[in-house]
Nanobody
Framework: QVQLVESGGGLVQAGGSLRLSCAASGSTFRINVIGWYRQAPGKQRELVAT????????VYADSVKGRFTISRDNTKNTVALQMNSLKPEDTAVYYC???????????WGQGTQVTVTS
């Protein structure tokens, strides 16, 4: 089992910044990719950014490229998402995600709300 706990969400004005953090515990050695998804009201959950176990490979949604940065600290089993130049369309519940190679293949945090006002 892998447990994921997010922190750092909140309310911010457009153009501002927030930093999300996710702490992983349990069988963290099983994690091969970790990152963030988000879900806005009435929309499907979508990928925001992921990072490989080594930290050498990252994937970003086109909508956040150049504004968000994902980083990983394997010594602390944490992953962070630095979000700059936030826009109202970034408003969503952000979920920490961990991918593992065997069943159940993915774990999710409980989510943290990010609200960007115009």
């Amino acid at each position: 089992q892998v447990q994921l706990v997010e922190s750092g969400g909140g309310l911010v004005q457009a153009g501002g910044s927030l930093r999300l953090s996710c702490a992983a515990s349990g069988s963290t050695f099983r994690i091969n990719v970790i990152g963030w998804y988000r879900q806005a009201p009435g929309k499907q959950r979508e990928l925001v950014a992921t990072i490989s176990s080594s930290g050498g490979s990252t994937v970003y949604a086109d909508s956040v490229k150049g504004r968000f940065t994902i980083s990983r600290d394997n010594t602390k089993n944490t992953v962070a998402l630095q979000m700059n130049s936030l826009k109202p369309e970034d408003t969503a519940v952000y979920y920490c995600y961990a991918g593992v190679k065997s069943y159940p293949y993915s774990y999710w945090g409980q989510g943290t709300q990010v609200t960007v006002t115009s």
